[in-house]
């Protein structure tokens, strides 16, 4: 087994001691960057592109290539789980995923199996295998899956969805196919993950992008209950993130669901969210993507304020920097070099200054 020589996002993870903040991007390798794009076009579509291992392979380590990041994520996306229940995923350009085959009815729901990881999904964990052998112990390798509430939403509403009403619609009149899909799922998801890590990922994210659509007690019921049940069947041997698309609110409960870190929306403080989880889990994020959109210099004011927003490093420090959500295609990508060199110096010296600090 080659040895990793970056492992500070393994390190922050666990909450120990770093030089600096190690930083990754969701959504790092995309349409804004020209070299992804060109792959893309060989590819001959997305889907395409996910399923061949090795242009999977070329596309995560494209921005490697380009900037100091301090892990690589498998290029994938979530759907590919109902994909392979056999819903029939497309993509149909400027409007996003959309299935044939909505999971609608009680017929619909019973017809729903359980995915084989080593048959249906073999691509993806093909994906890994290759991804971990050419990035030669460089950064870390991050696998990752949707949510159970997340891909019950894609699977009912058949795409995306601005108000959800199907996926509500089932929820509040049939609880019980509701909650015979989210079980199916969590099987799923946990299997998925599984089979991502014994392929060689390193560490593994769940996204539970729609988990703050729902709730309180929806949230409760229908999606934290059955991410908790994953992490539990997963009983993983590598760290695990969790991150919920508004779920600042349930920062206490999505910590103790046992997870490592708590992926956060840049709705959220810092500051506030490490005093309240912070010595539980580690803290994932959360620059609003469109800070992006600036000049590369308020990029870097933006990025130190949420450096100090999550405060001094010590004890446990166990931040990682990321964007609140994924990057948009719009962006700059000289914008992605000021932040990823500003987050390393800045946190290099917030470290140098406690040091300093300390001997005094
Ligand atoms: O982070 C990474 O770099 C890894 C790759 C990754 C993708 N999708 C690649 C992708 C990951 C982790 C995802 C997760 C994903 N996919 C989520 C959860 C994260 C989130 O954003 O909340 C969701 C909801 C999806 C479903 C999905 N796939 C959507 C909504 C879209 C965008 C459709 C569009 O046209 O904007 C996709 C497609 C997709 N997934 C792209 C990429 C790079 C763009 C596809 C393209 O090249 O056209």
């Known amino acids: 087994m080659i040895s990793l020589r ?27 960057l020209p070299e992804y794009n060109a792959t893309r076009k060989r590819a001959g579509s997305f889907l395409a592109l996910c399923k061949s291992p090795d242009l999977a392979c070329e596309v995560t380590l494209q921005p490697l290539a380009r900037y100091g990041l301090d892990a690589a994520i498998l290029f994938s996306d979530i759907l590919t789980i109902p ?16 299935f044939e085959r909505p999971v609608r009815d009680e017929s619909d729901v019973a017809r729903l199996a359980v995915p084989d990881p080593g048959a249906e999904l073999q691509y993806v964990c093909d994906a890994v295998a290759t991804i971990r052998t050419a990035l030669g112990g460089r950064v870390p390798l991050i696998g990752f899956s949707g949510s159970p509430w997340t891909l019950a939403c894609y699977m009912v509403e058949g795409g995306g969805s601005d108000d959800f009403r199907r996926v509500k619609t089932m929820l509040y009149q049939r ?21 991502q890590i014994a392929a060689g990922a390193q560490a593994v ?18 999606s934290l209950a059955y991410v908790e049940r994953v992490l539990r069947e997963l009983d993983s041997q590598v760290p695990v993130i969790v991150f919920t698309k508004g779920g600042g609110l349930w920062l206490e409960a999505i910590a103790a669901t046992g997870c490592d870190a708590l992926g956060v929306d840049w709705t959220v403080d810092l500051g506030a969210a490490r005093a309240r989880v912070g010595a539980r889990c580690a ?13 590369p210099e308020k990029v870097q004011a933006e990025a130190i304020a949420v450096l100090e927003s999550f405060g001094a490093p010590g004890e446990g420090y166990g931040h990682v920097f990321n964007l609140g959500h994924g ?6 990508p000289e914008s992605v070099s000021a932040l990823v060199e500003i987050v390393h110096s800045h946190s290099a010296q917030m470290r140098r200054l406690r040091v300093s600090a300390s001997s005094l």
């Open 83 to 98: 994909d392979a229940m056999g819903l029939g995923l497309y993509f149909v350009d400027g409007e996003g995923p959309k």
């Open 6 to 32: 970056n492992d500070t996002f393994l390190r922050a993870l666990r909450r120990e001691p770093t030089e600096y903040t190690p930083i990754w991007l969701m959504r790092q390798a995309g349409r804004y």
């Open 205 to 222: 994210m769940l996204f539970d992008s729609w988990g703050g659509a729902l709730s309180d007690r929806a949230f409760r019921e229908f």
């Open 327 to 332: 990057i948009s295609q719009h962006t700059p």
């Open 283 to 295: 803290i994932q994020g959360n620059l609003d993507p469109m800070a992006l959109m600036a000049s």
């Open 175 to 195: 609880p019980d196919l509701m909650h015979r899909i989210l079980d199916v799922n969590a099987r799923a998801v946990s299997l998925y993950l599984r089979a």
